[in-house]
C-alpha cells in the first residue's frame, strides 16, 4: 500500500505485554548508559512544568494547576524526541552528543508538523478545561488557591460533575493524541515519510494490538501523573525512562525496511 507520499506504507507488527516489559527494560538501560542526556531533558520538562505553575500563580489562575498537570502529559512524545535519537544512536553504535542530536531532529521537518498537532490538542485541552468552570462553576469563577478549588470541586454537585466531565473530555483527548503520536515521532526520526503517513501509522499500531498499547498508554499517564505530584520533579527520571522506551516500542511495533 502506497502512503501519501508515494512510498510504501511502513508495515505494523502485533505486539504483547512482554514487548512492553522488555522495551521498558531497554529503556532503563539506555539511560543508565548514556544518563545525563535523560536527566537534561527530563529537567527541562519538569523546569516548563514549575514555570507554566509559577505563572499561573502571578496572573491568579492557580486553579489551573490540576488540569495543567493532567494535560502536561500530552506534550511527552515531543519533548522525548531528542531521547528517541539518543537511543536511536546508541543503537546504531554513532557519536551522540548535543550537535548530532539536534543536526538530525532539525533536518526532519515533518517533526515540526507533529509537534503542531501535539501543542493543538494540548491547547483544545486547556480551552475545555476553562469552558467547563465557566459552564459549571460560574462564568466569572475564580479561586484563591489550589486547594479551594479542590475543595469545591471535590464537595458540591457542579465540581463534581466538572471533574467527571473534565476527566471523560481529558481521557478521549488523551487516547486520541496517543494513538497519533506513539509511533509517529519515532517514525520521523528513524525513515523519511510524511507526517500524515506516520499518524496513520501510528494509529494502525494501536489498532493492531489495542489492549497492549492501551496498556503501555494508561502506564504513561500513571508514571507521569505520580511523577508531577512532587513539583513535577519526579519527570526528571521519568521522563527520558519512557522516552527510550517508546523508541524500542517502536522498533518491536515497525518492521524494518527490507534492504
Known amino acids: ?33 548514556v544518563p545525563l542526556f535523560g536527566l537534561a531533558f527530563g529537567a527541562f520538562y519538569a523546569a516548563g512544568g514549575i514555570a507554566i505553575v509559577l505563572c499561573l500563580t502571578a496572573f491568579g489562575m492557580v486553579y489551573l494547576a490540576y488540569p495543567l498537570a ?68 460560574g462564568l ?13 470541586v471535590l464537595t458540591t454537585n457542579e465540581g463534581l460533575l466538572f471533574l467527571a466531565i473534565g476527566n471523560a473530555v481529558g481521557a ?8 497519533l503520536t506513539v509511533v509517529s515521532f519515532p517514525l520521523l526520526l528513524d525513515r523519511d515519510v510524511d507526517f500524515v503517513t506516520a499518524m496513520i501509522t501510528s494509529v494502525r499500531a494501536v489498532v493492531t494490538s489495542p489492549l497492549p498499547m492501551i496498556g503501555w498508554a494508561a502506564l504513561i499517564v500513571v508514571l507521569l501523573a505520580v511523577s508531577a505530584v512532587p ?7 521519568t521522563l527520558p525512562v519512557l522516552g527510550h522506551a517508546t523508541w524500542h516500542l517502536y522498533r518491536r511495533i515497525i518492521a524494518p525496511v527490507k534492504e
Open 1 to 33: 500500500m502506497a502512503s501519501v507520499s508515494g512510498k510504501a506504507d511502513p508495515v505494523v507488527r502485533r505486539i504483547a505485554a512482554a514487548d512492553i516489559a522488555e522495551a521498558l527494560g531497554q529503556g532503563l538501560r539506555d539511560f543508565q548508559a
Open 140 to 152: 466569572n469563577a475564580s479561586f484563591s488557591s489550589l486547594r479551594e478549588f479542590i475543595t469545591v
Open 172 to 179: 478521549a483527548l488523551s487516547l486520541i493524541l496517543f494513538s
Open 70 to 137: 493532567a494535560g502536561f502529559a500530552l506534550i511527552g512524545p515531543f519533548v522525548a524526541i531528542g531521547l528517541y535519537e539518543v537511543s536511536r544512536r546508541r543503537e546504531a553504535g554513532q557519536l551522540i552528543s548535543v550537535g548530532a542530536i539536534w543536526a538530525t531532529v532539525r533536518t526532519r521537518s515533518e517533526i515540526g508538523w507533529m509537534a503542531f498537532v501535539t501543542l493543538f490538542v494540548f491547547v483544545i485541552w486547556m480551552y475545555q478545561v476553562r469552558l467547563l468552570i465557566a459552564l459549571l462553576l
Open 231 to 237: 513539583y513535577f520533579l519526579g519527570l526528571v527520571v
